[in-house]
């Protein structure tokens, strides 16, 4: 069994900062890819940021130049550092990883979500 576990969330206020962090733990051989993703209420999940195993990173075109992600993967973990929030930052996030098990399963996991509040 796997779990991601995300920490970091809260409430900022417009132009504040906030990091996320998010560790994997379990049955992992491997982890290839991991992400964060955003779901504010009425819209559908979006990608913001993801890296692969190799350190390559793509974003949002929402959050580009404000949001980088990394991650240590000595750690399992993956960070999303948040600048300059917006109130329309303002969502769920939830981490998710491409992991491979023991048994050499592929499969994809998700965290339990951590709340972003932007306001003043």
């Known amino acids: 069994q796997v779990q991601l576990v995300e920490s970091g969330g809260g409430l900022v206020q417009p132009g504040g900062s906030l990091r996320l962090s998010c560790a994997a733990s379990?049955?992992?051989?491997?982890?290839?890819?991991m992400g964060w993703y955003r779901q504010a209420p009425g819209k559908q999940r979006e990608l913001v940021a993801a890296i692969t195993s190799g350190g390559s990173t793509n974003y949002a075109d929402s959050v580009k130049g404000r949001f980088t992600i990394s991650r240590d993967n000595a750690k399992n973990t993956v960070y999303l550092q948040m600048n300059s929030l917006k109130p329309e930052d303002t969502a769920v996030y939830y981490c998710?990883?491409?992991?491979?098990?023991?048994?050499?399963?592929?499969?994809?996991?998700w965290g339990q979500g951590t709340q972003v509040t932007v306001s003043s």
């Open positions: 379990g049955s992992i051989f491997s982890i290839n890819a």
């Open positions: 998710h990883a491409d992991l491979r098990s023991p048994w050499g399963e592929d499969f994809g996991s």
